[in-house]
């Protein structure tokens, strides 16, 4: 199946800085998303993304489809931007499942 | 407007009970999914819905589990004889088709399912 391989898996910041989180796959995908996950474990939508380059405020992320990355970029970092930051695609199975395959998520902690 | 909601959202059990967890989608969305993940991991695929038919299952979903979703709407995942391996967050989410192409997942707050 697809691979999917996110680095760091920790990151520790300073409270302002800025930082970079990447995702590779291993094979062409129909769509990747990122998501923030909280303490709580709710998974919260960051960017649909399957290429290009959008913002959202101090997010923004840009994925190069053919070459099979993608880039997550958090900028003058917040105490409450901590949590796990995962990336997902979605393969086409040939059964028409749209499945997601998470990485296994980067680890960031925001210190003030 | 409100997201994809789970009920319960913790549920300690002893092994050998069952258990049955539900998910309620965003009204118009026409797919849902079970996904299962596990501490230090990302979620892993179980099973889809589309509408009332169930389309496709993971290796991972052993006999002892079982999906419905009557109706199309919302989805109950039941694990019978549970096992302390069954221990983890089960994780729904919802999206809507159309035309052939994936949309975005949205997902629920979990279930954290403890097997003692």
């Known amino acids: 199946g697809i691979q999917v391989e996110q680095s760091p898996p920790d990151l520790i910041l300073q409270e302002g800085a800025n930082s970079t989180l990447r995702c590779n796959f291993s094979?062409?995908?129909?769509?990747l998303q990122w998501f923030h996950q909280n303490p709580w474990g709710q998974l919260i939508n960051l960017f649909y993304?399957?290429?290009g380059t959008k913002q959202n405020g101090r997010l923004s992320a840009t994925t190069v489809a053919t070459e099979r990355y993608s880039l997550l970029y958090i900028s003058s970092s917040q105490t409450t931007d901590s949590g796990v930051y995962f990336c997902?695609?979605?393969?086409?199975?040939?059964?028409?499942?749209?499945?997601?395959?998470f990485g296994k998520g980067t680890k960031l902690s925001v210190i003030p | 407007d409100t997201g994809v909601s789970q009920d319960p959202r913790h549920k300690i059990t002893k092994r050998g009970q069952n258990v049955t967890f539900r998910c309620d989608p965003i009204?118009?969305?026409?797919?849902l999914y079970w996904y299962r993940q596990t501490l230090g991991q990302g979620p892993e695929f179980l099973t889809y819905f589309q509408n009332e038919a169930q389309l496709e299952k993971s290796r991972l979903l052993s006999d002892r589990f079982s999906a419905e979703r009557p109706k199309g709407s919302f989805s109950t995942l039941e694990i019978q004889r549970t096992e302390q391996g069954d221990s983890a967050m089960y994780l729904c989410a919802s999206s809507l088709i159309s035309g052939g192409y994936g949309h975005e997942q949205f997902f629920g707050p979990g279930t954290r399912l403890t097997v003692l």
């Open positions: 997902a695609v979605d393969l086409y199975s040939g059964a028409g499942s749209y499945q997601l395959t």
């Open positions: 993304i399957p290429s």
């Open positions: 009204s118009e969305h026409n797919r």
């Open positions: 094979d062409s995908v129909n769509n």
